[in-house]
């Protein structure tokens, strides 16, 4: 939790279970995952463990969570987009299979007073969740860090997008890369000495 934020007092507490994500959580109390995560304090990299209380601005209801949509073995897809220099995305390659908490490089060259966007999109979904926003201009240099636990594993597509001093998509500056995210392995426990 940051040290100088105060999470949303007239919210409802909840405690995580087992297959819960922020992600998951965020489309089921149907608000941005931005807002859960700032109104949680939470840094944007910060993941959610099961017993853990936090706090969200309604119940969750039963969102539209679809199974985890892996690609099949040798199944090739490419970014979408990308052709501006101005909103590219550099690193990691299209497909590339990710764990942890990874950084995305690339361009993201907005006008004055613009800024630009991070979005996810599970493949299960049509719907991209805003995950980052930033607004300094970023050459060939780290975008944002993505920590895939928030999201939940299988094919995700990042979305790079540049928005304007009115809060609109610059027409064809965007920029989509499909990538799969691992599942967590599962934490080795302790043997017993006795």
Known sequence: MESDCEPQSDWLPYTVQEDDTLLSLALAADIALIELREGNCFN???SIFPGEQLMLPRR????DMGAPVFPAAGERMTAVGC????ASIHAP????ELKGIFALIGNAMMPEGGSYRLSLRPAWSDRYTDYLEFDSPVEDDVLGLINVEIFGPGLHWLRLSLID??????????????????APQAASRPRSTS
């Open 44 to 46: 944007p990299i910060r």
């Open 60 to 63: 969750p209801q039963s969102a």
């Open 83 to 86: 052709e501006s220099e101005l």
């Open 93 to 96: 390659p299209a497909m590339t």
């Open 165 to 182: 001093d009115t809060d609109e998509i610059i027409q064809e500056s965007f920029c989509e890369q499909p990538v799969v995210f691992a």
